[in-house]
């Protein structure tokens, strides 16, 4: 007579509830460090709720969703995820901001082929920390672990944020046709252009260990330095330029390049004129464009080219505005203007 078969259990497929168990009760106090006093629920409910802010009249939600894209490799090449959590926040924070929200609570979702509790609890310090930095909670989320659908090792991490602001405080399309354009820097990608630059940098590449290279001949620090460097996160700075400089939009440079990107907050009669040489380029980029070798065309086309983000100011404030972005810690220019046109965005030479 046949023996009976084995049981078969949730872990021989592949999903480890312990892990996940441990993975959840290291997260726990990351996020609560982040709690803003709007927030009413704890980690461990199905739902978070949060109030609205006291102070507003007639508050309106903003809301965006978003991923490091293919960053995340990068992460896992080095073994250091302690950064890509803030790529996370930024990404999806910088994108309300550019409507005038106040970013107020942020859920994560973190899948992963085998879950590593050390690894899961990196990624949720960075998350916490960019949070911080942004000035909202991170109220809950998502640990899936999900076999045969990701390798294990491999992690996919998005994130969903929601900002509040004032009906009247919300900001649409640019319309004003004499509106300076301020520049905010980003030292690198961001998260932007990764599988080109990867592609480029990092496939055939006659170096062993082209990650730890130097980012570009002479540098300080390894190419794998550069490419995890984590995004900057904007929030807190546009929004004061909104609120003491009478910002009128405001575009966050993420894939699409920078003109594109800009184009996004035009109203249909105003273009957008860029100076290519207005700002410093950081030198990754050069390294890209040689090594591919990559046009110019298709460089500002898919990469944010040393800015992250873009802000209209009327032209009286396009001083103060640089200055109010320098004392948030940011480097800025004055990279442009608005004109009457077709609600398109073009980069040209210094002085056209």
């Known amino acids: 007579m046949a023996s009976d078969p084995t049981p078969l259990t949730y872990e021989a497929a592949g999903v480890n509830i312990a892990a996940g168990d441990e993975a959840v009760r290291r997260l726990?106090?990351?996020?609560?460090?982040?709690?803003?006093?709007?927030?009413?629920?704890?980690?461990?409910?199905?739902g978070a709720v949060t109030a609205v802010p006291d102070g507003l009249t007639d508050p309106v939600l903003v809301?965006?969703?978003?991923?490091?894209?293919?960053?995340?490799?990068?992460?896992?090449?080095?073994?250091?995820?302690?950064?890509?959590?803030?790529?996370?926040?930024?990404?999806?924070?910088?994108?309300?901001?550019?409507?005038?929200?106040?970013?107020?609570?942020?859920?994560?979702?973190?899948?992963?082929?085998?879950?590593?509790?050390?690894?899961?609890?990196?990624?949720?310090?960075?998350?916490?920390?960019?949070?911080?930095?942004?000035?909202?909670?991170?109220?809950?989320?998502?640990?899936?672990?999900?076999?045969?659908?990701?390798?294990?090792?491999?992690?996919?991490?998005?994130?969903?944020?929601?900002?509040?602001t004032e009906r009247a405080r919300l900001r649409g399309s640019v319309t004003a046709g004499d509106a300076a354009l301020v520049g905010l820097a980003s030292g690198g990608l961001r998260c932007n252009g990764y599988s080109l630059a990867r592609r480029v940098l990092?496939?055939?590449?006659?170096?062993?260990?082209?990650?730890?290279?130097?980012?570009?001949?002479?540098?300080?620090?390894?190419?794998?330095?550069?490419?995890?460097?984590?995004?900057?996160?904007?929030?807190?700075?546009?929004?004061?330029?909104?609120?003491?400089?009478?910002?009128?939009?405001?575009?966050?440079?993420?894939?699409?390049?920078?003109?594109?990107?800009?184009?996004?907050?035009l109203g249909p009669e105003v273009d957008a004129v860029l100076r290519r040489g207005s700002w410093p380029v950081p030198r990754i980029f050069e390294r890209i464009a040689d090594a591919g070798p990559v046009t110019p065309d298709e460089m500002e086309r898919v990469f944010n080219l040393g800015i992250g983000m873009v802000v209209a100011v009327p032209a009286s404030s396009a001083v103060s505005a640089v200055d109010s972005a320098h004392a948030a810690g940011h480097d800025a220019w004055v990279i442009g203007e608005t004109r009457p046109g077709t609600g398109t965005a073009r980069l040209v030479e210094a002085g056209n």
């Not at 709690?35 to 629920?41: D, F, K, M, Q, T």
């Not at 330095?225 to 009478?246: K, N, Q």
Request: net charge negative; hydrophobic share 45%; with cysteine.
């Open 63 to 164: 809301s965006a969703n978003d991923g490091a894209g293919t960053k995340p490799l990068i992460a896992a090449a080095l073994g250091r995820w302690d950064t890509i959590g803030i790529d996370v926040v930024a990404m999806c924070v910088d994108d309300i901001v550019t409507l005038g929200a106040q970013p107020l609570l942020f859920h994560d979702q973190i899948t992963a082929g085998r879950l590593d509790a050390d690894v899961v609890e990196a990624i949720v310090e960075g998350l916490a920390a960019g949070c911080r930095m942004a000035g909202c909670a991170l109220v809950g989320g998502e640990l899936a672990e999900h076999p045969d659908a990701l390798a294990p090792g491999d992690y996919d991490i998005a994130g969903f944020a929601v900002g509040v």
């Open 28 to 46: 726990t106090p990351h996020a609560r460090s982040t709690y803003r006093p709007e927030v009413l629920s704890d980690i461990g409910a199905f």
């Open 202 to 265: 990092l496939t055939g590449a006659s170096d062993d260990n082209p990650l730890g290279s130097p980012a570009w001949p002479g540098a300080d620090h390894s190419l794998g330095d550069e490419m995890l460097r984590p995004s900057v996160i904007y929030t807190p700075a546009v929004l004061e330029l909104f609120s003491e400089c009478g910002a009128l939009g405001a575009a966050h440079i993420t894939g699409g390049g920078l003109a594109a990107n800009v184009a996004r907050m």
